[in-house]
């Protein structure tokens, strides 16, 4: 059309009035035609999912939804709503700390396996390549490996096993090939045995088997988990806007806090 | 437990090493047997849904997840990601927006159906309830009626009808009563002749016929829409992203904006 | 220029390739020239305030930065760092939660004391206009009458009398009239004579002195209280990445919450 | 007091009923006395600053203020305020996209102009330093030189040479070191070598140097970048409420954007 609309260009919606089309599907064709999980897979890869590679994305989905109030974004929400916002504020305080350490293991955890699978393809035994992928992992981002390991649940993160389980099953009827849950394990078996304890998959390793899986890429993992965390933002909200409270602080009111600076400061007169 | 505990008090989920229970649900006996719009539902609602309402719910979810760049949420999302942000940051500056004018239209149109049904349960006729609700509306909150009218899709938004029909479709099953399909076409009838001209429902008015007719309350009528739009959030940021750019602005650089102030101001010396 | 310029015209900013403008100063001839409150208020005002007019404003943006990690704000800004987020993500998800109830007294103390302004102009006296104020707000709004109060600071909010001294001091010299001031007052007197004890005035109630006397109009005391808390979010937020931490929750993990819901539930077998 | 008051420790404000004591010292004894500049110094560093140091802070936070709506954070907040925002939101939606692209280049900058200082420090002379920083720079992490270059402001960014005027000037005084100031002259001195014409020192070079010879360390070049532009941030916030709109999309709407992608997709049936 000119250079003005070309600088929006999209291959993901087309409108006239009277008409919206997304990904080439007029929107009355799809609604009441296609689950919601096929129509996130739709939107973000252009292309309609076989039922069987929606429905492992929909276990993804499922499985993420929330971990509590003492996770910083679930507090945030609740905390946010006291302040007067509505759920979309509320939704986006919250949200927007799915950041790199809260949110993105699971984009992490799908570059890792990326690694693994690389290397494999090249010839590398997949113990081998592990090893030598959690040791550049170390030495060149963080000590923490993406999706392994949970502070809380031990000795097994029960999302995990249930995941991996339909990863498996899938894999089993041809929906995905099976690789990266072979590789999660290698990196499992690796850990535990350096640790010399259970280092248990947590939901991030474990979704990030399924993303991998079905041929998303890492910061969808991530996209794909804030929208899953978002049902858990949006509960925990609206429970909190019925429990009432204005301006809700992260301890009761007597608690405050520590104060740990000097009892005075004579720098002004 | 404790005063501290109990500051953070919450039905939805419960918690021990090893054990994530969501309404009363261990979750991996939820993953991979119930859908997403079922899951959604349990966490916002405390129950499960049975399968028609959750396809109900689906449609809705389903059929508003984009509308295009020139809707400003989206626009910031897909600046967003040329500024540095992640799909987590770039969600949060979208959703933030869908606030009482981008976002806000279905949860106002359950409130105004709301005092439609409360006025016919009281005995008026519903033409007569819908008049007066619209007069109210209009005399007390703006003129615009929430869920009616578009400025782009004349004479009709594509949605709207075939989400009626398949609230209509529901209520033939039982699964909904259907009154708030009436009262949504009420409010179309009022509105039209007073208009002398058609003034078509949009998404908001229809998506908020499903919430309604299932039980959400207005504030999830809101909630719910932003996480429908998240998709189309993450699917343009993710699009933008692989476009690449660097601080994105709203129209090509060589436009400018127009400047409207002084030429000169001789405050400074 | 055109229509596509036009969409986005402005009296702030004239740009043209090494030139910018601020409200039509050059910017070099206001950098090491004008003081920053002198900017904030040349920025929203739109002219170059007295020396006199923008001390006073300094008085207020001095002395709301901060309030403490139990503001919900402040809170969500060190969680936020913890989660992987800059310094612009913490101020994002802090600031965005000053809203009505944490961040909308001072607006609203502003738009209260109007209403006293006006009907003291139209002839009413000033503690009967306080009276039907402060009666109008209650059954109009909430029964918080905004700016007045505080949960914590008892007797007494240290900053709202040396807030008032200076205004009074600004009166004497006629940079302000003093009149907001003196409506400020009454509205304490009524306070305390219904309630029959001293309601103190808190920062909002004095700040929105300050932006009345100065002209401000609400919501613009909104934002610059949003500006001057923006300090205290930028403080703690660093202090939080330099004690570190990761996905810091609101209460030590050993809290956890309290499960008020179900202990099972059997709706899905 | 406890572990649970232990757990929000800071060493930025005490607070008793009646006393707010911010780095030691009562609030009442900090309004009216110091300006809002020293005051943002004395928060996030713990010290009070001499007055000259604080006001070649003020310097750069005077500088920084805006560059107009085609920058995506101020045009977004002046979306968001048409979708029904107040200024917290817009600012929160605005200052969140001040991230690595369109934020971070101070930061950035004050970390490159460090490893030369320190290269320098063990007696690396400083052409080589800067040479031996850049390529490093180019190598690890982008092409793009932080602080250097503009698309725009050719040949040069009008604030630049103003800012490092008053570096020169407080080096003079012995108010700072001067060395920062030496070091981006040897950047730019480079670049306009290597591309063989000016590669103009922006705003974040420049400013960078007033944070870098103040002692302030690369995260607060950014954050308190983010405090300048957020007064921009508010005035354009603020104008656009003032000028109306619902939903203001980035272009004006009969442009629209332009479609890429198929014109049919055959996926659903």
């Not at 986006?92 to 494999?120: C, F, P, R, T």
């Not at 490996?145 to 097994?156: D, M, N, S």
Request: charged share 20%; hydrophobic share 40%; proline share 7%.
């Amino acid at each position: 059309m000119s250079d003005v609309s070309d600088w929006w260009s999209t291959s993901i919606i087309d409108m006239e009035p009277g008409r919206i089309a997304l990904r080439g599907h007029p929107v009355q064709d799809l609604i009441g035609q296609v689950t919601f999980p096929q129509m996130i897979w739709l939107m973000v890869r252009g292309q309609m999912p076989s039922p069987e590679q929606a429905t492992l994305l929909e276990c993804a989905l499922v499985a993420a939804v929330d971990h509590g109030p003492q996770a910083p974004s679930i507090a945030t929400a609740r905390m946010a709503v006291t302040c007067g916002l509505g759920l979309n504020g509320a939704m986006a305080s919250a949200v927007n700390m799915l950041d790199d350490v809260h949110g993105g293991a699971g984009e992490q955890a799908v570059e890792l396996y990326g690694w693994i699978k690389d290397a494999v393809a090249s010839g590398t035994p997949i113990e081998k390549a592990t090893e030598q992928a959690i040791d550049h992992w170390q030495s060149e981002r963080t000590r923490f490996i993406p999706g392994f390991g949970h502070r809380f649940h031990k000795p097994e993160d029960p999302r995990a096993p249930r995941l991996l389980s339909l990863v498996d099953e899938a894999a089993s009827h041809g929906t995905v090939t099976g690789e990266f849950a072979a590789i999660s394990r290698a990196v499992q078996t690796v850990l535990n045995t350096r640790k010399d304890k259970p280092v248990p998959m947590n939901i991030d390793g474990a979704t990030a088997v399924i993303y991998a899986e079905l041929g998303f890429e890492g910061p969808l993992a991530r996209g794909l988990f804030c929208l899953s965390r978002s049902v858990g933002v949006i509960a925990h909200a609206w429970e909190q806007m019925q429990q009432g409270g204005r301006n809700k602080g992260p301890t009761p009111p007597d608690y405050r806090w520590t104060y740990t600076g000097d009892s005075e400061n004579k720098d002004v007169d």
